[in-house]
C-alpha cells in the first residue's frame, strides 16, 4: 500500500493541481469529520424553545423571589410596592370577579382597532415617501414636526373633536403606532441597495413587479421590527387614551388603584399590560417568521446552536 508521509493513500480520489502552465497529479487524502460528529444529535426544536421560555422567565422569576424574601424577612413591609404573593392574590380576585376580563377586553380591543389603523396609514405613507422623492419633500418635514408633539398634549384635542368616547381613544393609539411604521418603512425604502434596484431595471421589470420581486422583499425585514416599534407604543399610548373618561380598561385599573391607594391593583395592572404586550409581539414576530425564513441571519445561526 502506498504512503505519503505516513498518510495511507489507496482509494484517495486524485486531484489535478495547476502550478503556473502545468498540470499535475497529486494524491490529497479526504478529510472527513468524524463519525461522532456527524452522528451527533442536534438540539430538538422544542428543547429550543423550551430553553428560550426558561432563559426569558430566569431574571423576573429570580427578582421576584428576592422582593418576596426582602419582605419575608422585614427589610421592607411591602406596602407601597407589594410582594409577587400579593400581586397574584390581587390579580385572581379580579380575576374571579371577572373585572380583570372586562378591562382587559376593552383595553385589547382599543389596542387593535387603533394599531390597524396605524399600521395601514403609516404603510400607505412611508412607502410614498420611500418610493417617490417628491412626496417625501412634501409629506416627511411635517410628519416629523408631528412626531415631536408629545402624547399627552392631544388628549384635550382628541376630546375636542371626538368626545370621550371610542373614537378618541382608538385615534390616539393609531397615532402612537403611525410614527414607528411610517419611518420604518421609508428608512427602509430608501436604505435598499441601489445595485439590486438596477439589477430589476437590466431585467424590465416592470413598476410593480419591481416593488414586488425587490423591493418588498428587501425591505420585509425592516417592516416587521416597524411593526413591532409600533405595537409597543401603541401599547403606551393606550394608558393616555383611558386617560379620555374610560370607565373600563387596564389604564382605568391604574387611575383606579391611585385614587383608592391600591398598589397591589396599581402593580397587578401594570403585570398583566406586561404581559399581554410581550404576548402580542410574540404573535408578530411568529405570523412574520414565515415571510422571514429566507434569510441567512447570524442570530439564527446563534439559535441552532
Known amino acids: 500500500m502506498e504512503v505519503v508521509r505516513g498518510i495511507p493513500t489507496t482509494g484517495v480520489p486524485r486531484v489535478r493541481v495547476c502550478y503556473g502552465l502545468s498540470m499535475t497529479s497529486v494524491d490529497l487524502p479526504l478529510l ?34 428576592l ?26 380576585d379580579l380575576a374571579r370577579t371577572g373585572e380583570l376580563w372586562l378591562h382587559t377586553r376593552a383595553t385589547v380591543l382599543r389596542v387593535a382597532a387603533g394599531f390597524a389603523i396605524g399600521v395601514v396609514a403609516g404603510t400607505l405613507l412611508g412607502a410614498l415617501a420611500g418610493y417617490s422623492a417628491l412626496s417625501r419633500q412634501i409629506l416627511d418635514p411635517t410628519l416629523q414636526a408631528l412626531r415631536s408633539i408629545p402624547s399627552i398634549a392631544w388628549v384635550p384635542l382628541f376630546i375636542l373633536w371626538f368626545g370621550i368616547f371610542e373614537e378618541s381613544k382608538v385615534v390616539l393609539i393609531a397615532v402612537g403606532v403611525f410614527f414607528p411604521v411610517y419611518l420604518g418603512v421609508m428608512g427602509a425604502i430608501l436604505s435598499v441597495d441601489r445595485k439590486i434596484v438596477e439589477v430589476g431595471r437590466a431585467f424590465r421589470l416592470s413598476g410593480p413587479a419591481l416593488v414586488r420581486r425587490i423591493l418588498l422583499p428587501a425591505v420585509l425585514p425592516s417592516y416587521v421590527v416597524a411593526l413591532r416599534s409600533g405595537l409597543g407604543l401603541g401599547w403606551m399610548f393606550v394608558v393616555a387614551a383611558e386617560l379620555l373618561g374610560a370607565s373600563e380598561g387596564l389604564g382605568f385599573l391604574l387611575i383606579d388603584g391611585q385614587q383608592l391607594g391600591k398598589p397591589a391593583q396599581i402593580v397587578a395592572a401594570i403585570v398583566t399590560f406586561a404581559i399581554i404586550g410581550k404576548t402580542t409581539d410574540w404573535l408578530i414576530e411568529l405570523a412574520t417568521a414565515p415571510l422571514l425564513r429566507w434569510e441567512d441571519r447570524f442570530s439564527a445561526r446563534q439559535e441552532a446552536a
Open 32 to 65: 472527513r469529520t468524524s463519525d461522532s460528529a456527524q452522528t451527533a444529535p442536534r438540539q430538538s426544536a422544542h428543547a429550543r424553545r423550551c430553553r428560550r421560555v426558561l432563559l426569558a422567565l430566569a431574571l423576573p422569576v429570580i427578582l421576584g423571589a
Open 67 to 92: 422582593w418576596e424574601l426582602a419582605v419575608y424577612a422585614g427589610f421592607s413591609d411591602g406596602r407601597l410596592v407589594p410582594p409577587p404573593s400579593v400581586i397574584f392574590s390581587t390579580l385572581w
